[in-house]
């Protein structure tokens, strides 16, 4: 109950203030993610970091966007970057910036104006508006659950999880240039999200893990899609608060992995500000999604066939 009080907190001037700033509610959102999400792998300082982090990394990708193979280069170094704090056990506090640094690549948040302008003020605006709300959730998370910072458990051959961490990374880099120089752009960020998502340095192959993913991802489309047929579309942005307090709340309480990802799915879900059909963006995202599952098993292969000399899907221990 701490825990939906303190969402609710979160979430209560960021609302208020977008009355009056627009856009606001969508930038502030990367920032309770990343704050929520860093302060459960590692406590307020790592919280705060990984905040700070995605902002100049978010900034730096918009003002990028142009530049396709930049780009495909700064996923590359995130991967690399997972991959050497996996090995050191430590990959949770960095896991959200491969997962929502691409969606600054996909499209620029629309702060201020849609589409945004982007100038000075809209640079200054998104950093302003991430820091700030990032060290409010924080605080308030601090208040509800003092004391958070979970113990590191270093990968047993981290020079593995190094090479995973280089090939998600290659393959999110792929997608990438594939997604921005083709006509596929639409959401394949849930390709990429899956692929983090599913990210395990250690067992690299997780059967029950990535069928909790899929079947999570499609209950969560149709959770929404149904509540999308009683509620106009300016409510449902509000509810994707409490989708993110039982998102946590199902992580802490370790629930089956399909129950995490309904909840996830259906809080980026409802924070979506597209213009398309509902149930076409379903439909690209389930696509995606279940794209992004097998290459998730193509990186468990190349692991095995690169790291180990195998061919094969299991991590060492199996």
């Avoid at 209560?12 to 929520?36: E, K, R």
């Avoid at 704090?85 to 430590?90: E, K, L, M, P």
């Avoid at 395990?200 to 999308?228: C, H, N, S, W």
Wanted: hydrophobic content about 60%; charged content about 10%; some cysteine.
């Amino acid at each position: 109950m701490k825990l939906l009080v303190a969402m609710i907190v979160v979430a209560l001037p960021v609302l208020i203030a977008s009355i009056w700033v627009p856009g606001v509610t969508a930038v502030a959102f990367f920032g309770v993610l990343a704050a929520t999400f860093g302060w459960m792998s590692g406590g307020a300082r790592v919280g705060m970091g990984v905040v700070a982090s995605l902002a100049a990394l978010g900034v730096i990708a918009v003002l990028l966007r142009e530049h396709t193979w930049i780009l495909a280069l700064m996923l590359i170094l995130l991967g690399i970057l997972y991959g050497y704090a996996a090995g050191r056990g430590v990959g949770k506090m960095v896991l959200q910036l491969p997962i929502l640094v691409p969606y600054f690549m996909l499209k620029p948040p629309a702060l201020f104006r849609d589409p945004p302008v982007i100038d000075l003020a809209y640079v200054v605006g998104v950093i302003v508006v991430m820091l700030a709300v990032g060290l409010w959730t924080i605080l308030i998370l601090q208040l509800a659950a003092p004391g958070r910072k979970p113990a590191p458990k270093p990968a047993p051959k981290p020079q593995i999880a190094l090479l995973y961490g280089t090939i998600l990374g290659l393959i999110s880099a792929a997608v990438m240039v594939i997604g921005t120089t083709t006509e596929i752009k639409t959401h394949w960020v849930w390709i990429t999200l899956t692929l983090y998502v599913l990210a395990d340095p250690q067992q690299l192959y997780e059967p029950k893990k990535m069928f909790g993913r899929v079947l999570g991802t499609i209950a969560g489309f149709t959770l929404v899609t149904l509540v999308a047929l009683v509620l106009p579309a300016g409510v449902m942005i509000y509810l994707a608060v409490p989708a993110l307090w039982l998102c946590v709340v199902f992580m802490l309480l370790k629930k089956p992995y399909w129950q995490y990802t309904l909840v996830l799915t259906a809080a980026v879900i409802l924070m979506d500000t597209s213009d398309v059909s509902t149930l076409l963006l379903d439909a690209e995202r389930l696509g995606f999604t279940i794209v992004g599952a097998g290459l998730s098993v193509i990186a468990a292969f190349l692991v095995n066939f690169v790291g180990y000399g195998r061919l094969g899907l299991a991590g060492s221990q199996r």
